[in-house]
């Protein structure tokens, strides 16, 4: 990993190990078995199966000792707890928004916003909304929009701000639905779109708007410190700030954040909403005490409060961020040159292969996300996650696939949980599954619910 440091050339991981857990190592036939019975879901494989586990970043942070001790001393009382002001402090403090509401994680947060000003009909414009979000929306009968700029569908732009919003196409969706945008979102870092960051300059320009427009903007701010991060590194004018000061100018432009602290809030559990509208506050609050507790813990244990206060701030440090963002870019440039396409430039929290262009013997029906994503199993015990047409491809009238825009496998990367060592492993490994590429088979879908298919869904190969 390369660092500005001129005395190194080297970006450590900033911190020593307090607690370690074994790694479980399985040989290939032992994994072959393993996803028979999992149907060729990486969801339904158990965590003592896999060696690597980059399924996702979310709630998989190793904890610091000062969460583990903020913990022990949390005060559990239901009402008004110690904790909950300590928390309330840190949320306000970093976003500026004078009300928090916790939540359990940042789906709930999304169901309690959206189930509370968001109808069927409506429409809900965003630079790319995450799984849980567009699942939440059309949930109620809503539409969700993706107005990504083109750039952030090619997975070889080298843009710096991949994530942005195409402000062009969000004025004209803002007249054409109009009266029918009961709020407007855009993700920072765009998870969906491949951990890509959004530009200050663009959400200036989305705010204004949403604010002519007099839509509310809503961020998803589940990765607030990555992306403040990327502005300070890449935008013009911001390197001398510090990411909690970017950080606090994205707050100031919206209405409202929804966050799931187990990614930015270096947490295993949580999230919270934070909003100026104090008109939303009611019925929000009510919602609340109904489906996920009372406001001073909503759905958490005052420890998992205590953890969040203190991860919210151990996330903005320079020197951890530094190291984060330069593990995706030391992973992706492994990958590239043995031969493996990924998504440029890498996101803040993950790389995303390129399964179309890795695999194109493989049609989208035929899945290559998926395959590709159980050949890293199989190979390397490495479990990443297929964002493709598994996750967002839909079955059409006939029967027939009408296949996702990109066919990518996610490897996310925990928080402060593998090493550089780790990833060096990994990358030998890859070398054997490029060799084999061309006799890799599709999959097809043999079981799926209706809704989140990719969690629960079942697979054979072809
Ligand atoms: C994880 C995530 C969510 C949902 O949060 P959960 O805590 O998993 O419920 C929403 N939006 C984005 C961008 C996310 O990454």
Redesign the pocket.
Known sequence: MTTTDPEHRTVIEPFKVKVMEPLPFRSRPERERVLETAGWNLFLVPAREVTFDFL?D??TTAMSAAQWAAMMVADESYAGSRSFERFEAVVHELTGFPHVIPTH??????RLVFSTLVKAGDVVPSNNH?D??RANLEHLGATALDLVIPEGRDPRSLHPFKGNIDLARLEACCREHAGRIPLGMI?IT???GGGQPVSLANLRGAAAIYRSHGIPFVI?A??FAENAWFIKVREPGQLERTPRQIAREVFDLADAA?M????DGMSNIG?FIATRRSEWMPALRSLLILTEGFPTYGGLAARDLEALAVGLEEGLDERYLEYRVAVSRYMADGLVRRGMPVMQPPGGHAVYLDAREFLPHLSPAQLPAQALACELYLALGVRGCEIGSVMFGKTGPDGQLVPAALELVRLAFPRRVYTQAHCDYILEGIEGVVARKDALRGMRIVEEPPFLRHFTARFAPL
Do not use: V
């Open positions: 996702t979310s709630g994680q940042g789906r709930a947060a999304e995450f849980t979000t993700t765009n998870n969906t998803d589940c990765r929804l799931s602290g187990k990614k999230g």
